[in-house]
């Protein structure tokens, strides 16, 4: 399990009455039977290799054409697959193809079974996407050994997505119960990504920053509801408790691999251009860009929305904003240009029209 003692800590110090989490909690567990999808347009051959892969255990989805095949993919999301090359009409090569697209993001692997060592098809397979290769005839002790090994990685990837999805799901969940954040982090994460392509920064970028924008304030889930929903201004030592929401944030998402680009942007996200944020006071471009670009959309939305204390501000009004402090030093005024330009392109009605039908979505 990837949470650290301290992450356990919050989740489990949380509101007891939180459903979402506990539900949560609940499922940090992952499925132990392997399931292997077997392709091959030969009988013999399907039933050779089921005898070897039940042998270990593991499920078996057995399909005698690419057709079936896909199906099962779809249906049953198995967990490996293992193609015959020389099939008729949709071949093994094309089917490594299809079947890694469908995959997308998420790391499938596929062996493919190739006539011993032609080597025109190795070079081909590689091209397709297949990440290994067994020899017909072939021998079970090798290709128990590259199944399992292939196994291996794909579940630590899935263990990686799983954690950083709970986490993603806890941020969301988090504002749920704040009825005026509701919705927040996702439009941080959305704008910010929106923001991050018109700068002209790389689908990486754009991707790290709507991570970024959904988690900037994860650290809150230590606060308690009487603080965050509080229906007047908030005393200074409130303010105190409050402040350390970035660094707590931080270490929640620590452990997670595929987290630690974004950590600079979730602890510097409340940092200043001048240098009067916190928790750091970093100045100017000592304040990591993720973060810079963040602390402007992040106080856009909040700017908009309602708060226990105040009505939302118009659009107008907002950009009016913007374009003050602009001289003031809250932001990087170079990004603050952009996003004034960026919020003009799109327009109010953009922006107005979004936030309603993400609160009319939820
Ligand atoms: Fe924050």
Redesign the pocket.
């Known amino acids: 399990m990837l949470l650290s003692k301290k992450q356990i800590f919050f989740l489990t110090n949380l509101n007891k009455n939180d459903l979402i989490i506990k539900i949560m909690l609940k499922n940090l567990t992952f499925p132990v039977t392997p399931s292997v999808l077997i392709v091959d347009d030969i009988l013999s051959n399907l039933e050779l290799i089921e005898a070897v892969v039940k042998g270990e255990g593991y499920e078996v989805l057995k399909a005698m054409n690419a057709r079936d095949a896909i199906s099962l993919f779809e249906e049953r999301q198995p967990d490996i697959a293992v193609l015959d090359v020389m099939m008729p009409e949709i071949d093994g090569f094309q089917l490594c193809q299809i079947l890694k697209d469908m995959a997308g993001k998420r790391y499938f692997p596929i062996i493919l079974l190739t006539a011993l060592n032609d080597k025109e098809s190795r070079i081909r397979g590689i091209e397709c996407g297949a990440d290994d290769f067994i020899s017909k005839p072939f021998e079970p002790r090798a290709f128990l050994a590259k199944l399992k090994s292939l196994l291996r990685i794909k579940f630590l990837y899935d263990e990686l997505d799983h954690s950083e999805n709970i986490i993603l799901t806890l941020a969301v969940a988090l504002e749920a119960r704040d009825p005026y954040t509701r919705g927040h982090s996702t439009r941080v994460g959305d704008l910010s990504r929106e923001f991050a392509e018109y700068i002209g920064l790389s689908n990486y970028d754009q991707d790290m920053i709507r991570k970024a924008g959904l988690l900037?304030?994860i650290g809150k889930i230590g606060l308690s509801e009487t603080l965050l929903l509080k229906p007047s201004r908030l005393t200074e030592q409130e303010h105190d408790v409050i402040k350390r929401?970035?660094i707590i944030g931080e270490e929640i998402c620590k452990p997670l691999n595929s987290l630690q680009m974004i950590l600079p942007a979730i602890r510097h996200?409340?940092e200043r251009w001048d240098g009067k944020g916190f928790p750091d006071g970093l100045k100017g471009d000592e304040i990591p860009l993720y973060a810079r670009i963040l602390s402007i959309v992040?106080s856009f939305d909040a700017m908009l929305s309602e708060r226990p204390y105040r009505k939302g501000r118009s659009f107008r009004e907002v950009l009016e904003i913007f374009k003050r402090e602009r001289e003031y030093g809250q932001w990087d005024p170079v990004l603050v240009g952009n996003f004034i330009e960026m919020l003009n392109v799109l327009g109010e009605e953009y922006i107005v029209n979004n936030r309603i039908a993400y609160k009319l979505e939820r």
């Open positions: 900037h304030d929401h970035p996200h409340h992040d």
